[in-house]
């Protein structure tokens, strides 16, 4: 399994951008990809998820209502659309992989077998 994030630069507050997660050396939708992050100084936080299966999604608080997670099934990609950045944005954004359906989405680092290499977002005020 191989995951490649892209997507991240320099951006000014208020703006958008979309991350991508490539996916490759599996097949089928049963699974989950979970994006994370990591900003100078802090431990990495769970952002956002989603089921591939069943659209599933799941939102921390500080990015409810500002980042979407969606999927492009043909091409094995999940996407975070992240609009109206804020400095506390900026970090290393990765995105994670799990497999196997499951009750409760996955939240927790340990919950998730396979990692991107990150790519960096920073939001300038």
């Known amino acids: 399994v191989h995951l490649v994030e892209s997507g991240g630069t320099l951006v000014q507050a208020g703006g958008s951008l979309r991350l991508s997660c490539a996916a490759s050396g599996f097949a089928g939708d049963f699974y989950v990809t979970g994006w994370f992050r990591q900003a100078p100084g802090k431990e990495r936080e769970g952002v956002s998820c989603m089921s591939v299966s069943d659209d599933l999604t799941w939102y921390a608080d500080s990015v409810k209502g500002r980042f979407t997670v969606s999927k492009d099934v043909a091409k094995n990609t999940v996407y975070l659309q992240m609009n109206a950045l804020e400095a506390e944005d900026t970090a290393i954004y990765y995105c994670?992989?799990?497999?196997?359906?499951?009750?409760?989405?996955?939240?927790?680092?340990?919950?998730?077998?396979?990692w991107g290499q990150g790519t960096q977002v920073t939001v300038s005020s």
């Open positions: 994670a992989v799990t497999f196997g359906t499951r009750k409760d989405l996955p939240l927790r680092e340990d919950e998730y077998s396979y």
